[in-house]
């Protein structure tokens, strides 16, 4: 293997850390979810689940990273030396392979979306006419298709660099970006009138709303948003500093996180009640509801080409986490040059990615389970494979690994977080996996 590679500073690790785990999910999920749960009442939910539940994890697969020093599946073999949990690592880079497949077709429609903006294409358009395009678009099949691939080559145009040169240096200049970006957006959209009303929204809780299903979303939501439950967080975490403080570093990334769900929310909300546009219209929000309200306020068409390329921003600084899974897997695993590793990701994305986006075009015969593939992948990645996949990731951080070497792990050699530990492990063992349970229950609708 090549020498070992690794970030180079503080700010240089959160920004790498915080550009996996913000995006679509953070910009198009967390939106509509919170629109469709009660908003604010989702947004307290989220942010303790967050950091109860699912931040816990991510220390663990940060300390399984760094201890094992290799990728998911590298990493948990080396550490716990069985065939059998090291094979929860194939299972986590496998699921990052699904993911990268639908997550690069709806990168590819907002760089679709970018491209029309530049055109000015959204002016005066409704809703329906929005929704005509998109599905003209997704029947056409050759558009997604293109636009998926590009994405998938700017990705790897950034992996290839390798983790200092590439990685690191390109999240730290489009992360304050996409942030400078999105804050401007929201001052911008608060100030519509009207835009207050989408503010309480979003920060006045309705306690009533709160119920056990809201909970479940939220985890779920969590999961998938902190990038959590499926090696990306074990693959990055082999390159955090020996030295580093792992519960600050975790506290600064979902701080990120919560953040920018925040952030879009207040860009978002408000807008979406300026117009008297119902705010659960669910995933279509960001491609349907808001061209059509950039089609119709003063100034919509700078605002709309600052929008779509903050959300490339934000998607490319994920999917680069996501491809590193798997470049990180072939390239230590089958000792391949950085270069090799990459192109055979490339070209097992283009198959995947292509097949995902031609399986939404009507008629299409890429079918499973009378599913198209992209709901096939993006349900069975959320519902089924990353509840268990963080499952086993956790049981295998609290109840398999030397209590001693992961103690010594998680604390820095005793150096951090020492007070803070045992109720660490106390969550790690119990409340974790308990409630990882329960979303799967909840998922298959069981409970
Ligand atoms: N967290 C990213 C988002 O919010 C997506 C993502 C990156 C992800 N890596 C992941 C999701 C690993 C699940 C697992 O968009």
Redesign the pocket.
Known sequence: MSKKESFGSRFGTIAALGG???????IWRFPYLAGENGGAAFLLVYFFVSFLIVVPLMIAEFGIGRRGGHNVFGSLSRLTGSKYWSKVGYFGILV?FF?ISF?SVVAGWALDFLCEAVMGSFKGVTAEVMRQRMDGFIADGSGSVAWALLFILATAAIVVLGVKKGIERYTKIMMPMMVLLLIGLSVYSILLPNGAEGVRFLFKPDFGKINGHVILVALGQAF????V??G?MVTYGAYIKKSENLFKVATAVSLSDFSVAVLSGLVIFPAVFSFGINPTSGPDLIFITLPQIFGQMQGGYVISIVFFFMVFLAAIT?SI??FEVLAAFLLQEFNLKRRTAVIWVILALIVSSSATALSMVPGSSLKLFGYNLFDLLNDASSIWM?PLSAFLMTVIAAWVLDKKLFREEITTHGKYGVRLYPYYLFMLKYIVPVTIVLLFLNQIRII
Request: net charge neutral; proline share 0%.
């Open positions: 996996s785990v913000v995006g679509l999910g953070n990052c993911i997550y998938f948003s902190l990038s439950g499926m990306t994920s986490s996501i990353l």
